[in-house]
């Protein structure tokens, strides 16, 4: 059985993760360049923080999070309208055989972490942080 039959459940092949931060360089590009001629996406500054590629390499997951958080629907809905041209500059730019199909998704990493650092910096975790500190000491 060849390697790509059995990536599905598995981690990405090398290929994938190529292919996938090649399109992510490229969607940045894009947006950074303000090739997008799209109110939203001129006015919002848009961080592509990730792409995950399926294994036969036809659609591109995209993951994007506006600068703040903020209109993060509104930049999707924007990017969903600029699909077509998206995925042929993204394709002549990669130089794939085939086109992709992109799909953008809310990428929801940043909100994680910054959970984690309100937890972190929460008056009780310090305070039991500093607990642990003198326990060290003593």
């Known amino acids: 059985m060849s390697r790509t039959h059995h990536q ?6 090398q290929r ?5 931060e090649l399109i992510r360089h490229a969607m940045s590009d894009l947006l950074s360049r303000g090739d997008v001629l799209d ?3 001129e006015t919002n500054v848009v ?27 509104a930049v999707i809905e924007a990017l969903d309208r600029n699909k077509k041209m998206l995925r042929t500059e993204i394709a002549r730019r990669v130089n794939l ?3 992709p199909d992109v799909r953008f998704r ?6 994680s972490t910054a959970k984690i650092d309100a937890i972190l910096n929460s008056p ?15």
Do not use: C, W, Y
């Open 8 to 13: 599905t459940g598995s981690e990405p092949s």
């Open 16 to 20: 994938m993760l190529r292919v996938a």
């Open 39 to 41: 109110p939203v996406l």
């Open 47 to 73: 961080t592509i923080a990730s792409v995950r590629m399926s294994p036969d390499l036809k659609l591109a997951t995209i993951f994007v999070m506006p600068l703040g958080g903020q209109n993060v629907e």
């Open 97 to 99: 055989k085939f086109a």
């Open 106 to 111: 809310h990428d929801v990493g940043f909100d």
């Open 124 to 138: 009780k975790v310090k305070k039991d942080l500093e607990r642990d500190d003198e326990k060290d000491e003593g």
